[in-house]
């Protein structure tokens, strides 16, 4: 699959079919809705969303799952306990694999993508500074490697 951003349905059509997957009208109006929106959505805001299409609860979930397996949909969780859904950066052009930021306002509670903000975090070893002594090459307090960031704090509009 290239790097085509999810624009129009047609190219959504184009990005299923080159997943294998069968096209049909709740995956295309799932897959442009993500595209089109903001950050992650929950299973409930993508149904409410497309529900004047005609799509049931069940429906949507079942292509949220079935485009998450293909990964064109990337599933992730915040710390809430609710899955959230958005394009996956394989059908963004430019991006580089799904592992990137989120910032969760704790105001109004809208999540935001941090696709242009890198973290890096180096832990120290045990020889007590980042990269030296025995523990030069393993991470610190058992950590391998970190596959979320998650970010806290109030948005702008929240002032």
């Excluded at 915040?78 to 991006?95: M, S």
Aim: with cysteine; net charge positive.
């Amino acid at each position: 699959m290239g790097k085509r951003a999810v624009t129009t349905d047609a190219t959504a059509i184009a990005i299923i079919r080159g997943a294998g997957l069968r096209c049909t009208q709740a995956r295309v109006a799932v897959l442009s809705h993500l595209a089109a929106v903001r950050g992650p959505r929950t299973h409930a805001e993508v149904a409410d969303a497309l529900a004047d299409r005609g799509f049931d609860r069940a429906t949507i979930y079942r292509n949220l799952t079935e485009l998450t397996a293909a990964r064109l949909v990337a599933r992730v969780e915040l710390g809430d306990h609710v899955w959230r859904f958005e394009i996956a950066r394989a059908a963004k052009p430019g991006a580089k694999g799904d592992d990137h930021p989120h910032f969760v306002c704790t105001t109004c509670g809208d999540v935001s993508c941090l696709d242009d903000v890198k973290v890096s975090i180096s832990p120290r070893s045990k020889g007590g500074s980042p990269g030296r002594g025995s523990g030069a090459g393993r991470a610190g307090n058992g950590i391998r490697a970190v596959k979320e960031v998650l970010l806290k704090g109030t948005c702008a509009e929240c002032g």
